[in-house]
């Protein structure tokens, strides 16, 4: 584990506070208390300028300035209703305050079966945490890959988030110059585990070229190469829905039995994987996380952030 710094133990001591003031609070008071203050703070002006930038460049051919801060404001409130979710998850599962419908279980249990393991695909869409929580309640273990956060201190408490419940943690430095990460990846693999990953940050100039919204945008390929390397099937699964019940959809495996290379099969897994994630941004682009410099490893399209100085 890497030495934490003063500011790091400071970092993690105001996260220790707040999480232990939180857990005080009823969370139907949190809830709504977390929702107001994710919208303060893009009224404050956190990260504002990028989220901006982002719905302008994916939505703004279609949707006016007014609808595009209405949906911005949105982003941050349901960011906000997350954190406290989770925060109080023990709570909301026991006593059924958060309702789920999964669909497409069959797709998971068929991949399953086949004793390769198998890849999910997923995104920074909805509470996935929550919905992850629940699914080992069904009896699914899950493992996550995370990757490593600055603060030595926070990086361990999130591995512990993910791994509630019983799901586990693959930590990683990257996708890419991390021999270990990987190998640890593979592993989980040829063990039959269901590996799962959000793929959606972008990945820097080694990461694969693809679109999103039309416009270029560079996304991991390392877990659709891992996934042909093992024989696994790749699914996609998203969460939807923030207030009521929450829709996890698992949906059919990406189709690769064409594919000539394991280049163009990890191009398809991913051609595929950013189409059907685009028609669930679109749907309720509220729900997706908008703060993330999502073009920003393209050049021309990292402007967009320098132009608006964000």
């Not at 209703?81 to 069959?106: H, N, P, Q």
């Not at 586990?168 to 990846?185: H, S, W």
Request: proline share 5%; net charge positive; aromatic share 8%.
């Amino acid at each position: 584990m890497r030495r934490p710094t003063l500011a790091h133990s400071a970092e993690y001591l105001l996260l220790r506070s707040l999480w232990a003031a939180a857990s005080r609070v009823p969370s139907s008071g949190l809830l709504r208390a977390f929702e107001a203050l994710g919208a303060l703070l893009f009224r404050m002006g956190l990260r504002r300028d990028v989220v901006m930038a982002n719905l302008r460049a994916a939505l703004g051919e279609t949707h006016p300035e007014p609808e595009l801060r209405r949906i911005a404001i949105g982003c941050y409130a349901r960011l906000g209703r997350a954190i406290a979710e989770i925060v109080r998850s023990d709570e909301l599962m026991r006593t059924g305050k958060v309702a789920f419908d999964v669909s497409g279980l069959e797709f998971l249990d068929a991949a399953l079966r086949g004793g390769r393991g198998v890849v999910v695909l997923t995104a920074h869409l909805g509470n996935f945490l929550l919905c992850g929580f629940h699914l080992r309640n069904l009896g699914y273990r899950l493992a996550y890959v995370a990757k490593r956060m600055n603060n030595p201190k926070i990086d361990e408490e999130i591995q512990k988030i993910y791994a509630t419940g019983g799901n586990t943690v693959i930590p990683i430095r990257g996708f890419r110059n991390d021999p270990r990460g990987g190998l640890r990846i593979f592993r989980a693999l040829k063990n039959g585990e269901a590996v799962v990953v959000l793929n959606d940050q972008d990945a820097g100039a080694g990461g694969y070229q693809g679109r999103f919204f039309g416009l270029p945008t560079s996304i991991p390929s390392g877990p659709a190469a891992f996934a042909c390397r093992a024989g696994a099937a790749v699914l996609t699964a998203f969460v939807s829905g923030t207030v009521g019940k929450r829709r996890v959809e698992f949906q059919p495996p990406i189709d690769i039995s064409g594919a000539g290379s394991e280049e163009e099969a990890v191009a398809r897994i991913l051609d595929e994987y950013s189409t059907r994630l685009e028609e669930k941004v679109r749907a309720c682009p509220e729900d997706y996380f908008w703060l993330h410099k999502k073009w920003k490893s393209v050049p021309g399209i990292r402007a967009i952030y320098e132009r608006r100085g964000a």
